[in-house]
């Protein structure tokens, strides 16, 4: 099993879950982070001068998958997260070691 | 000169001041987040903008010397003339300033109000050029017709008390020609667009509810029994219309806080020309039929996928035109003997005066605000760009962001 991580723009999220769904993928968790690639921040203004905000607003899905399914999901998510310009996010996959369904308590794959 | 009037009518433009933050709050609470600056933006540009053109030439196109019955002239330039002293034709017992004054706030909010239209994809360039040339153009003449001294639809005794045809019709047909100019936003229908913090909705809905008791109480010019018929004929429409919204929502899911606030501004609405007109009976059915009518039009709205996003002219179009028709019903001279009888005490010609001064006011309003939207295009472009819109205003058109702190 293996869990995909993928920080992307806050306005693909929607694109990205109807994606997901399509190719079977209708459970995931999202949260708001901030953070900063190689774009850095943004510059702002305040009442005079300006000031940098440093970390970007993005959003952070989490998918578990099957090892087989795992390529299909990356694929759904980069093509539906990708503009083309800086700060399009980024993906990564980790293993997971055990999955458990609090409600029946199934574990493994059948968890997933 | 009587000073308990000119306490009232000072107070009264205060109060109506205070509206078009109001305007900011509730329309900034129903945007996404990465909008709201710019939202509350909009309302408060409008009121730097509009504070300045009416003293320099607004008022003298509403209320100077009329030309025609059309517009009035330049004798009030830069306020020339206008003083300390009362006018010889408009609120006799007030200084004229004062006068001036209440006017320019009317003028102010209608503007805020267009803005609810055209949230989260219109330059803030654009926004200032169209406000400034509606103002001037469309604005001040349909004022100097409904309130102007020889104004064509004054003359013809149309009645509006308060402003249900100068503000809110204008404002909300001219919402619809901008909309129609600048297009939905990017994802409308499509994608989820939730209200980011309805606090603040509720919070700017009870400022308008508070500032329209000197929007319609302080247009009896006077403080006694009319601005007090005014008053609470003000508070019941805004209170049935927001029950019968409640129940209206209620009937389709749950009884709804943004469906009772916006219930109320609609009732507020229609309440508007009728406020000194009619009683305090009369203004509870107003104020139901007006949460009927917007919210059947916000319904057809969507049916006909037309972005007029914060139902600029589902509440204010419609209800403005519901409380113009209304005050041809149940006006009465037994509440103002300087108005008229309306349908239920058996005369039909002031309804039909109130239905003409609706079709003129939205024919102009309309065909006017379209080209002017039109002009701006074609000079600077009303919409932003894509990847703006996708970002968000706040930081593409003013590089601010509503909420601050070190990561987010």
């Known amino acids: ?112 | 000169m009587d000073s308990g009037d000119t306490t009232w009518l000072l107070v009264s433009t205060a109060l109506v001041m205070l509206m078009t933050p109001g305007v900011a709050l509730f329309y900034g609470g129903m945007v996404r987040r990465k909008n709201l600056v710019s939202t509350l933006m909009m309302s408060f540009g409008a009121m730097a903008l509009g504070g300045v053109l009416w003293v320099l030439i607004g008022y003298s196109l509403g209320f100077g010397n009329d030309i025609n019955g059309l517009i009035g002239g330049l004798n009030f330039f830069g306020l020339n003339g206008v003083g300390q002293d009362p006018s010889d034709t408009y609120a006799t017992t007030v200084p004229h300033l004062a006068f001036m004054m209440f006017q320019g706030m009317f003028a102010i909010i209608s503007l805020a109000l267009i803005t609810g239209a055209v949230v989260e994809r219109i330059r803030f360039s654009a926004l200032l050029m169209f406000g400034a040339l509606w103002l001037c153009l469309i604005y001040s003449p349909i004022a100097h017709w409904v309130w102007g001294d020889g104004g064509w639809l004054f003359n013809l005794g149309v009645l509006d008390f308060a402003g249900g045809t100068v503000v809110h019709i204008n404002a909300g047909v001219s919402a619809m020609a901008l909309v129609l100019a600048l297009g939905a936003r990017r994802g409308f229908l499509k994608e989820q667009m939730e209200p980011n913090n309805l606090p603040m909705v509720m919070l700017g809905a009870a400022l308008l509810w508070f500032g329209w008791f000197g929007f319609n109480g302080g247009s009896a010019l006077t403080a006694g029994g009319l601005a007090s018929n005014a008053f609470v004929t003000t508070n019941t429409a805004a209170a049935s219309a927001a029950l019968c919204w409640i129940f209206l929502s209620w009937r389709h899911r749950r009884p709804s806080l943004l469906g009772a606030v916006t219930g109320a501004v609609a009732g507020l609405v229609a309440i508007t020309p009728a406020a000194g007109f009619v009683t305090p009976m009369a203004a509870i059915a107003i104020g139901a039929v007006a949460a009927l009518v917007c919210y059947g039009a916000m319904i057809f709205k969507i049916k006909r996928g037309f972005d007029d996003s914060l139902d600029v002219m589902a509440v204010h179009g419609v209800g403005g035109i519901w409380g113009a028709l209304a005050t041809g019903i149940f006006a009465s001279l037994a509440v103002n003997s300087a108005g008229a009888d309306g349908l239920l005490s058996g005369n039909v010609e002031l309804f039909l005066k109130q239905a003409l001064g609706v079709a003129v006011t939205a024919g102009f309003a309309f065909g006017g605000s379209f080209i002017i939207a039109k002009v701006v295009d074609k000079l600077v472009g009303l919409r932003v760009k894509e990847p703006e819109e996708l970002i968000g205003l706040d930081i593409a058109q003013h590089a601010e962001r509503a909420y601050g702190g070190s990561i987010r």
Request: aromatic content about 4%; hydrophobic content about 40%; charged content about 30%.
């Open chain 1, 1 to 112: 099993m293996k869990k995909i991580e993928a920080i992307i723009r806050e306005e693909r999220l929607e694109p990205v879950r109807k994606a997901l769904e399509l190719v079977g993928f209708a459970g995931l968790t999202v949260s708001e982070v901030s953070g900063r690639g190689k774009q850095k921040g943004v510059p702002l203004q305040w009442r005079v001068g300006e000031y940098r905000v440093e970390f970007l607003p993005k959003l952070k899905l989490e998918v578990i998958c099957h090892d087989d399914d795992c390529q299909i999901a990356v694929d759904a998510i980069i093509k539906a997260a990708r503009t083309g310009r800086i700060g399009d996010g980024k993906i990564f996959i980790l293993p997971v070691e055990q999955v458990i369904r609090i409600r029946t308590g199934e574990t493994g794959n059948d968890a997933v």
